[in-house]
């Protein structure tokens, strides 16, 4: 039976294939599309550039949108000056950062570390401290050593989990366990899990509130309502964007309530459902 999903992903992907570079030895993959304002997606644990599609067949025509996938070494730090040299590589003096979970972590690490590369952060469905990590499966494993079907395995039974307690995203626990079961290249998944474990504590965003949005979902079974609260008081963002469902990936759950999420932060003209303008802002 056909994965919708996959499908459109598939198709994007053939549209816009992924282009390679290295940058301080690492090889990365990165898509360039469209034109306007810039918007760097970087994806989670789970993802490679791709995973956004929605959201870039969405806005193209408004926004120049790159996203990358991840290379099979390095860590927080490294990949920090690496997006940096990708962002000279591409004439991108700064550029707006969108982070998803481990993506989130980068892009915080980014604009704290970096500030004059980033116009705006938006920490998405992601953490304010990797403290403690080091104790949680399967990041308490020895992430090199452990047998990849051990870590892939993890994934698994997470996602499967998911998938029973919510038949509804079937299609996106499929796509999930494709990418965790090979689509993800073993050195490049072991590389990501490592990155969060061996994390460094995260330098002070010193953007105002007006340049930091927060993305999170009241049902993200990752990031637990403590580490979303202590993310949002941590960047005092100006606007907190909460879904009231929509897991650990809501840019695939529901796209259209992400692509109009996107638009209003950009100050486009919305073709989705309409946030609200409050502080927090809930759907």
């Known amino acids: 039976m056909t994965n919708p999903l996959i499908q459109a992903r598939d198709a994007f992907a053939t549209k816009h294939p992924e282009l390679r570079i290295l940058l301080n030895g690492r090889d990365w993959g990165y898509r360039d599309v469209g034109s306007g304002a810039v918007l760097l997606m970087i994806p989670g644990t789970l993802g490679r550039g791709d995973i956004f599609w929605n959201q870039i067949e969405a806005l193209s025509d408004r926004l120049r949108i790159v996203t990358v996938s991840y290379p099979s070494s390095g860590g927080i730090a490294e990949w920090a000056a ?12 700064a550029a707006a950062i969108l982070g998803s979970s481990l993506g989130g972590y980068l892009a915080q690490y980014i604009a704290g570390a970096a500030p004059d590369r980033v116009t705006r952060l938006l920490a998405a469905n992601t953490l304010h401290s990797a403290v403690g990590l080091d104790q949680r499966p399967p990041y308490s494993l020895d992430l090199q050593a452990a047998p990849i079907e051990e870590l892939r395995a993890g994934f698994g039974a997470g996602l499967s989990a998911w998938g029973q307690a919510h038949p509804d995203q079937a299609d996106l626990v499929e796509l999930l366990l494709a990418e965790a079961g090979g689509r993800i290249l073993e050195p ?6 490592d990155a969060l474990k061996q994390a460094p504590a995260l330098p002070p965003v010193p953007h105002t509130a007006d340049q930091i949005v927060t993305i999170e979902a009241d049902d993200d079974p990752l990031i637990p309502a403590e580490m979303r609260l202590a993310v949002r008081a941590q960047l005092n963002p100006g606007i907190a964007y909460r879904f009231l469902s929509g897991g650990h990936f809501p840019y695939v759950a529901r796209p259209a309530d992400y692509t109009a999420l996107l638009e209003q932060t950009f100050g486009l003209t919305g073709t989705g459902p309409d946030w609200g303008t409050e502080k927090e802002r809930c759907r």
């Open 82 to 93: 690496d997006i940096q040299g990708l962002m000279d590589h591409l004439n991108i003096p």
């Open 188 to 193: 490049e998944l072991r590389a990501r899990l």
